[in-house]
């Protein structure tokens, strides 16, 4: 608990001043560079004061010149500043559109190149899915967490077909990605934090040039497939 409020008195006033910071730096830096460049150091920060280590497997199996759309588990608060900090690439997270009521955040999220989805009105998430292909035909790459929402026990859940749609719909790679551990640093509904060691690994590129909207559930099996293989609780 001690280390949960000292990390909380250090953490939300530097979220809120690197929030403050990536809304300035968006109208300075083109294409969300500056502001990606500010969510990078957020989460170092994070990951340093709460004491996770992050061990990184397979981005030797990635082109760092080739923009992909990474799908993800998804069981912790602490997946996104993880996540961040493991891909050295200009990535863009798919975030649910709710956030953009969180005070600070949501505004940097706004004007920092991220795309938000309204998960309750398709034509508005088909428009977020198709500004996202955007993004991916201009230099950045995507993330999404496919099962939607954090695991409760941590297991992977079944997979949305919202990234796999961008996907397709952009002819782009799929690198599925396995994110091991992070329930057990923040667990879901809960505020308390725990130091640790996380794994973040990352799959061969699932291509889907040619693929169509029939492809779909194949694609959907075999990236679910690559990420419960890599997958562990302990």
Request: net charge positive; proline share 4%.
């Amino acid at each position: 608990m001690i280390k949960t409020i000292w990390s909380g008195l250090i953490l939300l006033p530097w979220t809120v001043f690197c929030a403050f910071v990536s809304i300035i730096a968006a109208f300075f830096v083109p294409q969300g560079r500056g502001y990606h460049f500010i969510g990078r150091l957020w989460s170092w920060l994070i990951l340093k004061v709460i004491g996770v280590k992050v061990v990184v497997k397979g981005l030797d199996l990635l082109d760092p010149n080739a923009n992909y759309v990474f799908v993800s588990n998804h069981a912790s608060a602490m997946d996104i500043p993880v996540v961040i900090n493991a891909i050295p690439y200009q990535i863009r997270l798919v975030a649910k559109k709710e956030l953009e009521k969180v005070f600070m955040l949501g505004w940097s999220l706004k004007f920092g190149d991220y795309i938000l989805i309204d998960r309750d009105n398709k034509s508005k998430s088909r428009s977020s899915l198709d500004e996202a292909a955007d993004k991916l035909k201009n230099g950045r790459s995507i993330l999404m967490f496919a099962e939607g929402t954090r695991s409760v026990d941590g297991n992977v859940g079944p997979f949305k077909v919202g990234p796999f749609l961008l996907a397709i719909n952009a002819q782009a790679q799929i690198v599925p990605v396995t994110l091991n551990f992070t329930h057990t640093i923040m667990e879901k509904d809960r505020l308390r934090v725990h130091s640790g060691t996380v794994e973040v690994i990352f799959s061969s590129p699932i291509d889907t040039a040619g693929k169509t909207d029939a492809d779909r559930k194949q694609i959907v099996e075999v990236t679910h497939s690559a990420v419960v293989k890599n997958h562990r609780l302990s």
